[in-house]
C-alpha cells in the first residue's frame, strides 16, 4: 500500500512579521535550502503584495500541491510576510 504522500506545504505556516533581522534571514536560508531540496521552486511574482512593487518580494510554489506563497522582505516599520498567494 506505501506511504501516503504529505504535500511540503502542510507544514508550513503563514508569518504576518518577522521578529527580527536574523530570523527572517533564517527562514530565507529555510526556504533556499527546500528549493534546493525540490520540495518548492522559485516562480515569478504576478501580482506584488498590496498593489506596490516597492516590496522586495519572491514567490515560492510547493513542489506538492503546486499552491503559490509569497515571500515579502521587511522594510521598517513592515515586519514581512510570508503567506499564501489567494489565486496565485
Request: net charge neutral; aromatic share 14%; glycine share 14%.
Amino acid at each position: 500500500m506505501g506511504n501516503p504522500v504529505i504535500c511540503p506545504c502542510s507544514e508550513w505556516e503563514e508569518i504576518h512579521g518577522f521578529g527580527s533581522p536574523s530570523e527572517f534571514n533564517q527562514f530565507v536560508g529555510w526556504i533556499g535550502d527546500l528549493v534546493k531540496e525540490g520540495k518548492a521552486s522559485v516562480v515569478p511574482v504576478r501580482k506584488p503584495y498590496d498593489g506596490s512593487k516597492l516590496f522586495k518580494e519572491k514567490w515560492f510554489r510547493c513542489g506538492g500541491c503546486e499552491k503559490s506563497w509569497r515571500l515579502v522582505e521587511p522594510d521598517v516599520p513592515f515586519r514581512g510576510v510570508f503567506e499564501v498567494v489567494k489565486g496565485g
